[in-house]
């Protein structure tokens, strides 16, 4: 089952505005996880943010995460057409052979030139 | 550096046609591998994972299967396919004890 639901599923910006998406999920998690796919493509990992942490960066995207409300956004800052893409969260019902991902259903972000 | 193959690309079957799809990974070794299928507009589902050779967990009851006969290798097939079977098909895998996964290119499998 999905565990992680994003909102919005879509959003619309133009270059230069920040892009915000949200996450839920049910249960408790190890860690979540943000992907990004481009249309037909494979997904690439971008940041993982562990239970015991509420922020994280890399670059020009800002990852938090709120346990007591299982919840977390995705921050892109300045966006540009480029990040024109689907962003899936995905937590982690890790176990010590590795990890097992649930993903969400995505967000598709448009940036507009 | 790590590299991960899939193939085909893209596949047309008809209905009650054998599946076989390959994934391979490379530069790495005793890697998890993992088996998802992606709905158009839709996020991933869990197929298949695998911790190790011969070692394939199943996720979702259906008419599909696993194997893995070689350390970098994972396979995904079916004896009989059904219209429900079509979809983006997507192999990943994870360093053990690590928990950001790898993705390959994908199969877009369509069934007719």
């Known amino acids: 089952s999905q565990q992680g639901e994003e909102d919005p599923q879509a959003l619309s910006i133009q270059e230069g505005e920040n892009a915000t998406m949200n996450c839920s999920y049910k249960?408790?998690?190890?860690?979540l996880q943000w992907y990004r796919q481009n249309s037909g493509r494979g997904l690439v990992h971008l940041i993982l943010?562990?239970?015991?942490?509420r922020e994280k960066h890399s670059g020009r995207l800002r990852v938090t995460l709120d346990t007591s409300k299982k919840s977390s956004s995705l921050l892109i800052t300045a966006s540009r057409a480029a990040d024109t893409a689907s962003y899936f969260c995905a937590t982690d019902a890790w176990e010590t052979s590795g990890s097992r991902l649930t993903f969400g259903e995505g967000t598709q972000l448009t940036v507009n030139p | 550096s790590q590299t991960i193959h899939q193939w085909p690309a893209t596949l047309v079957q008809p209905v009650g046609s054998p599946l076989s799809l390959e994934c391979t990974v490379e530069?790495?070794?005793?890697?998890?591998l993992y088996w998802y299928r992606q709905a158009a507009g839709r996020g991933l589902q869990l197929l298949f994972y695998?911790?190790?050779?011969?070692?394939i967990s199943s996720e979702v009851p259906q008419n599909l299967s696993a194997s893995r006969p070689q350390d970098r290798q994972f396979i995904l097939s079916s004896k009989k396919l059904l219209l429900s079977d079509s979809g983006f098909y997507l192999c990943?895998?994870?360093?053990?004890?690590?928990?950001?996964?790898?993705f390959g290119p994908g199969t877009r499998l369509t069934v007719t």
């Open positions: 943010i562990r239970s015991n942490e």
């Open positions: 249960t408790s998690i190890n860690n």
């Open positions: 695998s911790i190790g050779i011969d070692q």
């Open positions: 530069g790495t070794s005793n890697p998890n």
């Open positions: 990943a895998w994870s360093v053990q004890g690590s928990h950001g996964q790898y």
